[in-house]
Structures are given as C-alpha cells and as structure tokens.
C-alpha cells in the first residue's frame, strides 16, 4: 500500500493524457538514465539537486516526482517540494514498476531538442482541421506538454523549420507525415507508434482520427462527429492557435469515450 505521499502506477495511468494530469519531473541521475532513456508520457527531466529552481513554475499545479526506484530521490525531492507549499507526490516503485507493468514509455531519442525554456518547438501547414490539431493534442497530453506550434503557409513550412530549428509535420517528405500506400496512415498513426504509446485508447482514437483525416468516414462511425466538429472549428477561429486550444477540448472527449464509454448509449426518456 503506497504512503500518503505516493501515487501508485495504476493511479498516474488513469490521469495520463487528461487535463487533470499532474506536472511529471523525472529526476533520474544521468547514469541510471542512461540505462534506459524513455520517459513517462508528458513526463520532463530536471537535476534533482536543483529542484527547488521549479517552485514558482508549480503555484498551484499538482506535481508527480519520478526517479528510478521511487525511493531516496523522489521521495526526498517531493519532500522538498511540499515544504514550499507544493503538491507533491512520488512514483510508488519509480520507472522501474512504470516499466514492469508494461505501461508506455516514451523513447528519449524521438522527442526534439527542446529550447531554452524546456519546450520542443514544432511547424506545420496553417489553417488546420484534423491531423493538425490532433497531433498536438497527443504531444502536448503524451509527450512535451511545454510543445509549441507555429502555423505557417505551406510553402514555408520548411524554411521556417530550418531558421528557427522546429520540427516540420504532416507535410511531405518528413519523418512525422502520413505513410503507408498513398498516405493511407495519418501523421497521428506515425506518432502514436513512433512514441510508443501502446494504448488502447489511443490506437481507438487514431482509428477514427485516420477515418476522418483521409476522407474513409464509413470506416469509423465516430469519424463524421470528428470531421464535422474539426470543420466547425476551423471556420469559428481564424487564429490558428486558438483553433488548437478549443480542439484540445475536442480531443480530450474523444480520448475519454475512447477509454472509458464506447459501450454506453443514450435515449430518451432516460432509464
């Protein structure tokens, strides 16, 4: 039974990917890191020696420290934490149980250099519907919640990239694009597996993502409410991160019925 200042593996897998998941710090010391260099999806790496620099970044926000074994480090640096009036808890069991449950782990090497404020920078087509909102939703819940997007006509998406040292997708001819025989695999696709996120309802969402994104809506039941919700979207934002942050909402509802309610119904009178 984890301590009152613990959260066990089975608790922090409901919260990830939601709104309401907590701020992840991994603290694992180079060496151990090295062993094995993937993270807990949305999880950020900091010294734990120099934790307490975090502090006015966690007013208010609830905090999650992570080490290798959940022991001295993580406990003794959420410690650290709560005496500055933060809310935080350790990883019962560390990396070590995150991984022998099976749970995801994202690979180091996949995610882009991040900048000076810790956050990975990323460049696309502008005017977005599907593709290009899920995919930053998946980062921002998954992968980097610091990630930030710039929205840029198509013929400058890899100039921009190349100046400013973002990571181009869902164009042509990148790493993070549509693949397979005439892109019949969205970018989301290519994401979900290239980050490892072996999910169930993950793979759920990309399947109505992909129904919608390349036109297939008799795949999917569920792909013509994305479609149709992505394409109202697109037309009440002319700023295209606006767009993205009201469509952080839609995502999140898809996920949550992709988790938790594809076999619920609705009628009425209700019984």
């Not at 991984?99 to 696309?124: C, Y």
């Not at 290519?190 to 919608?212: D, N």
Request: proline share 7%; hydrophobic share 40%.
């Amino acid at each position: 039974m984890p301590s009152p200042t613990e959260i066990t593996v089975q608790q922090l897998m409901r919260l990830i990917g939601t709104p309401d998941c907590p701020v992840l710090i991994d603290i694992c010391i180079d060496e151990d890191f090295a062993l094995d260099p993937r993270f807990v999806p949305g999880a950020l790496r900091h010294p734990f020696k120099d934790i307490e620099s975090l502090v006015p970044s966690f007013n208010g926000k609830k905090v999650i420290i992570i080490c290798q074994k959940g022991l001295k480090l993580s406990q003794g640096a959420a410690a650290v934490l709560r005496c500055h009036g933060v809310e935080a808890e350790s990883l019962e069991g560390g990396n070590f149980a995150w991984r022998d449950a099976g749970a995801p782990l994202v690979p180091a090497n996949k995610i882009p250099e991040r900048d000076a404020a810790g956050s990975s920078l990323w460049v696309t087509r502008h005017r977005p519907k599907i593709d290009r909102i899920a995919c930053p939703w998946l980062i921002r819940r998954f992968v980097d919640p610091k990630a930030k997007f710039l929205f840029v006509s198509p013929g400058e998406v890899m100039n921009v990239s190349e100046k400013f040292n973002a990571t181009p997708f869902d164009v042509e001819d990148v790493f993070w694009s549509h693949r397979g025989e005439g892109g019949e695999l969205c970018t989301f696709d290519t994401m979900v597996e290239e980050f490892c996120l072996e999910i169930p309802a993950l793979k759920h969402l990309a399947k109505i993502v992909r129904a919608a994104d390349t036109d297939r809506l008799e795949d999917v039941p569920e792909a013509a409410g994305l479609l149709a919700a992505s394409l109202g979207l697109s037309r009440m934002y002319r700023d295209d991160l606006q767009q993205l942050e009201a469509g952080m909402a839609l995502y999140d509802a898809f996920y949550r019925w992709s988790r938790d309610a594809t076999d619920e119904g609705h009628n009425w009178p209700g019984k």
